[in-house]
């Protein structure tokens, strides 16, 4: 370990370790900080995204899907399938090996970029000074020109429900359940809530989601919102608004009180999910002289190039402003790495897609109407549902819609929704016609291959112009 370095990144999740990489591509030494430990003690480097979170999470989603459709879908097309079994420690041991697989590979990109992995806890000093603090050892102090922050965040706990690592678990501990619970509660309905509560409900959970707010699903799209409400109910999703957990309590069951528009209620679980939020991972990070401004959430203060207050160190992802998402930390350690090699280095905050991984899948960049609504923004809008392309017919995914929003004077793309198949791919295309200003009328004129998903897109520009050809107007 060297005592000097051109940059020093605390933290190693999407957002650290990619600006990392990019900062070593650019001909700087550095070294990243963190102190990431899996359930066996080992380090691990890629941050709660691809241990805990966004990888594990996925895995286990495809792998339900895959039970699920043997189970309910496959007698429709034919294929029928005897004695099926479910084994979900297997589940479980698969999920760990895609995790396994993907954080050594960080690992080899690190070892292929001369990048220097310090296992522990990295604290900012001032005169932008690095503590280093290993896992088993005594602290040391590292110099470095450029400091970049990307601790990412934490699950928020609540008092009316505190964890116990078995019956009451945050999303991580939902990972790990080695069996099917019969009735599982899930506090809060957000993304996370939804992906875990899908997982379980499709190998055979009764599933309750227990959510504050009165409005399902608050920042997508208030259509697109209702269709996937409607959707997750007929899967046998039990999803209520408006619910104040006030307590619980454990006995043979977990007993969790609420109140809603009725009064008290409460439900009988066999497992509860803790599923509020995530709160920026910040304690600890600095120094009280190294004079760093946090606001009173935690979150690190950040220009709009991810600068702090401080000359020569940056945050970046899930501790700064914006949205908790993997791709969004990813892109800002990208545009820091550039900006202190003195490039030109910019994230365009307006074409962040956002997905949830459901089935259907729900995903969308930019303007919903009800903000478009509220800034006095004209716009003009189309819809087209997945059941009248051929493509989705086939696969027997014909669940869903595309919706895009345009400005009713330019005819700029001000925003795309979706619920449906695969549309965590197919807001690529979306995000890229946003990127470059593209118009409704320029997705119209192109062309998209038949039969495809993506048709869905097509029609849906040319229903903001009154003339899809395959829905009546």
């Known amino acids: 370990m060297a005592n000097s370095y051109d940059v020093i990144v605390i933290g190693a999740g999407p957002a650290g370790y990619v600006g990392a990489i990019r900062c070593a591509q650019l001909g700087m030494s550095v070294a990243v900080i963190d102190e990431y430990r899996r359930k066996d003690g080992e380090a691990a480097l890629g941050g709660t995204c691809l241990n805990v979170g966004c990888i594990p999470s996925k895995a286990l989603l495809d792998s339900s899907e895959h039970y699920h459709r043997v189970q309910s879908e496959l007698a429709g097309h034919g294929i029928r399938v005897e004695g099926t079994t479910l084994d979900v420690p297997q589940m479980i041991k698969r999920k760990d090996k895609v995790v396994a697989d993907l954080t050594g590979g960080i690992k080899q990109l690190f070892k292929a970029n ?45 008092g009316a429900a505190p964890l116990d690592g078995d019956r009451i678990v945050d999303s991580a501990g939902a990972q790990e359940f080695q069996e099917v619970p019969k009735r599982l509660g899930v506090i809060g309905a957000g993304v996370i809530g939804l992906e875990m509560g899908s997982v379980w409900n499709r190998l055979g959970s009764k599933v309750v989601l227990l959510e504050a707010q009165e409005e399902f699903l608050s920042p997508v799209d208030q259509q697109v919102s209702r269709e996937a409400r409607k959707l997750f109910e007929k899967q ?155 493509r989705a017919r086939a696969m027997d995914r014909a669940d869903g819609m595309v919706k895009i929003i345009a400005h009713a004077e330019t005819d700029r793309i001000l925003g795309v929704h979706m619920v449906g198949p695969q549309t965590s791919e197919l807001i690529a295309e979306a995000t890229l016609a946003m990127e470059y200003e593209a118009s409704a009328e320029d997705l119209a004129r192109t062309i998209h291959a038949h039969p495809t998903l993506s048709e869905a897109v097509h029609e849906a520009a040319l229903a903001v112009g009154k003339r899809a050809i395959h829905k009546a107007n």
């Open 114 to 158: 001369r990048i220097e992995w310090l296992q522990g806890h990295g604290k900012l000093l001032a005169e932008r000074q690095v503590e280093f603090t290993p896992h088993k050892g005594k602290a040391k102090t590292l110099t470095t020109d450029n400091v970049i922050l990307a601790t990412g965040s934490r699950p928020i706990e609540i």
């Open 236 to 390: 046998g999703l039990d999803i209520k608004l408006g619910c104040r957990v006030t307590g619980t309590r454990k006995g043979k069951t977990v007993s969790v009180h609420y109140e809603d528009s009725e009064g008290k209620q409460n439900l009988q679980v066999d497992r509860l999910i803790v599923s509020v939020g995530r709160r920026p991972n910040t304690d600890g990070l600095s120094s009280e002289d190294a004079d760093l401004l946090t606001d009173e959430r935690g979150y690190v203060h950040v220009n709009d190039y991810c600068e702090t207050n401080i000359p020569g160190v940056y945050a970046v992802g899930d501790v700064v402003r914006g949205p908790m998402l993997a791709h969004k930390g990813s892109e800002e350690g990208v545009m820091v790495a550039e900006r202190i090699a003195g490039h030109a280095g910019h994230v365009n905050y307006e074409t962040i897609p956002w997905v949830i991984y459901t089935d259907p899948e729900i995903a969308w960049v930019g303007r919903t109407e009800s903000q478009l609504k509220a800034a006095g923004t004209p716009y003009r809008s189309g819809t087209f549902g997945f059941a009248a392309t051929g």
